[in-house]
């Protein structure tokens, strides 16, 4: 079993917690930041694109997949890890697994018409305030209402070359402030 499939998380039970990747899909909207919610499958309640690791894929290109696959979403996934949030996936009636969701900011630049769950979800729009009012599980709720898009130009922390100090960058690649 590998660590990925051992995760602690608040809201996810005790013991360990299956993985899934989730993808907080964002826009600039005209009043600031605003969030693409989707429906459940299951019962209708807002929630945000997410699903299993899939073989060959980082968690974060994972994440993007399941934006396209439920939402429709094409845009620029951030590597970086914004939060985990736990909840009880509903396997049937009786049954429930413990998971634990490594979210990914995803800036939107499209959605598309036509998607391979385009017939069995909702999606909607809503300020950052108002998604973060609307999903469930409490750490989610947390992730949205403190979510800050990155800025244009910001590495991600990695680091940096022996003679390069850290530091945004300018569109040029030359450091801010020099």
Known sequence: MS?????PAPGAGLGSAKVQYGALCWRDGGDGVEVLLITSRDTGR?????????????PEAAAAQEAWEEAGVNGQIN??????????????????????VAVYGLRVAKLASTFPEVKERQ?????????????AEPELRQIIAG??????????????EEDESPGPRRKDGKRRGH
């Open 3 to 7: 660590w990925q499939e051992k995760i």
């Open 123 to 135: 999606r909607k729009w809503f300020s950052r305030e108002e998604a973060a009012t609307l999903v």
């Open 79 to 100: 590597p970086l890890c914004i939060g985990r949030f736990g909840y009880q996936k509903c396997m049937s009636v009786s049954a429930t697994v413990p998971c634990a």
């Open 46 to 58: 807002w929630v945000i694109p997410k699903g299993w690791p899939m073989p060959g894929l980082a």
């Open 147 to 160: 979510f800050t898009p990155p800025e244009d130009g910001r590495p991600a922390p990695i680091s940096a």
